[in-house]
């Protein structure tokens, strides 16, 4: 597949220097700016493929330090205080057992770590120009209460799967600066919250 992709965009290539090469042509032949001809034929041809690669980097760039993070509400030491005893007669679910709310691109898992504790992850998308939005919250069953939630986004042309998101892979950027760190972080909270393994 991705052999073909870059013939595509080798032909494309091609077709685009041909494209400009006769615009500059054009404008000698008949006395015009083969600057201003030759730069606007390359700036179409450019934009063709390429119209929604600034707008996705601004977006991603704006939801990035508006919305994006990892917070702690609670910490698991304060809520062993309020629960005493408790964490320790927490057991494991083998596999953690989820449920799914949604469809294929716009989901809610919720996992079942234990008597107490759940691990909802949502995933978003795909919205205005390519932009996905994926959060994690650690959750008290019993209570309802945020313990910690994690915040981040993506963009890619269509939703990643695999390694692959589409064919437009400048528009290609897994996490927000820091959102892969953030991630491990939310990951060892869930990992501290899971329980005994039996």
Not at 178 to 185: S, Y
Request: aromatic residues 16%.
């Amino acid at each position: 597949m991705g052999f073909v992709i870059f013939m595509v965009m080798g032909l494309y290539l091609l077709i685009s220097l041909g494209v400009v090469a006769w615009a500059v042509r054009y404008a000698k032949k008949n006395g015009k700016s083969t600057k201003r001809w030759g730069l606007s034929a390359a700036l179409v041809m450019f934009l063709i493929p390429c119209w929604d690669w600034i707008p996705t980097v601004v977006a991603h760039k704006y939801y990035c330090e508006k919305e994006a993070g990892f917070w702690v509400y609670k910490p698991l030491d304060q809520w062993k205080k309020e629960n005493p005893g408790a964490m320790e007669t927490l057991v494991a679910n083998k596999g953690a057992p989820s449920t799914r709310q949604g469809d294929m691109v716009n989901y809610t898992d919720t996992y079942f770590l234990n008597q107490r504790f759940n691990w909802v992850v949502k995933h978003n998308g795909q919205f205005l120009f390519n932009r996905w939005r994926h959060e994690q919250e650690a959750v008290d069953a019993k209570t309802g209460a945020v313990l910690a939630r994690y915040v981040d986004f993506s963009t890619a042309q269509v939703q990643r799967q695999a390694g692959w998101s589409g064919w437009k892979f400048w528009l290609a950027e897994k996490h927000c600066i820091g959102g892969d760190r953030n991630q491990g972080l939310m990951y060892s909270f869930e990992h501290n919250i899971r329980g005994v393994e039996k």
